[in-house]
């Protein structure tokens, strides 16, 4: 677990220093459609918080994202990160991330250890703010996805995700509005949107 911990320490240690990267780090892979004023919040949104779960695999770092199932609505079908919205249980928005997560991916919230927080994101079309929870595991790692949460997973190595040649930009039309949409490719797999620009922002602490 030695390159586990070492990036656990940059991580921390980058924080320290020089804080978050902010929605600046988020706006690098932001759709078109989006500004500045999307980045604040309004008393009536509801909160949310999603899970980076960093762990190591066959000597790899990784990090893993869900499939949801097609369904109508804003975010059917999409490619996410663990997580979801707050419930009155919830002491915090980490007992979010991590009750969430151990719903859908059948991980015991006791073997995750949370590491910081990172610049929370207000999501338009659904009225959420959303809070990413960068966290870790040095468990042996049993994925059991919920299947009526979970179409499929994605194991992702980190340093894919730093790798540019993955990052590219599509054309999508949404409400009759074309827009130019960021996105990494993880083996044909769109990861756009707000999950896109989480990401961007936490590749920026390593």
């Known amino acids: 677990m030695e390159k586990l911990d070492k990036l656990i320490n940059t991580i921390s240690n980058n924080i320290k220093l020089s804080g978050l990267p902010g929605a600046k780090g988020q706006s690098l892979m932001a759709p078109s459609i989006r500004n500045t004023s999307t980045f604040k919040t309004n008393k009536q949104e509801k909160e949310a918080a999603v899970l980076i779960l960093?762990?190591?695999?066959?000597?790899?770092?990784?990090?893993?994202?869900?499939?949801r199932h097609s369904y109508e609505g804003p975010h059917g079908g999409q490619i996410s990160l663990p997580g979801g919205k707050r419930e009155p249980v919830d002491k915090n928005l980490i007992e979010t991330a991590l009750r969430e997560t151990e719903e859908e991916l059948g991980i015991p919230n006791s073997q995750i250890i949370p590491i910081h927080s990172l610049t929370s994101l207000h999501i338009p079309v659904s009225n959420i703010n959303v809070t990413p929870i960068v966290a870790y595991t040095k468990k042996r790692i049993e994925f059991i996805p919920d299947i009526r949460e979970v179409n499929f997973i994605i194991e992702c190595p980190l340093n894919l995700l730093k790798d540019e040649k993955i990052r590219k930009t599509e054309i999508?039309?949404?409400?009759?509005?074309?827009?130019?949409?960021?996105?990494?490719d993880i083996d044909s797999n769109h990861i756009w949107g707000a999950t896109a620009m989480i990401m961007s922002e936490f590749i920026q602490l390593f």
Do not use: Q, S
């Open 54 to 67: 960093l762990y190591e695999k066959n000597n790899i770092l990784k990090t893993v994202f869900t499939k």
């Open 172 to 184: 999508l039309r949404i409400n009759n509005i074309e827009i130019n949409a960021p996105y990494f």
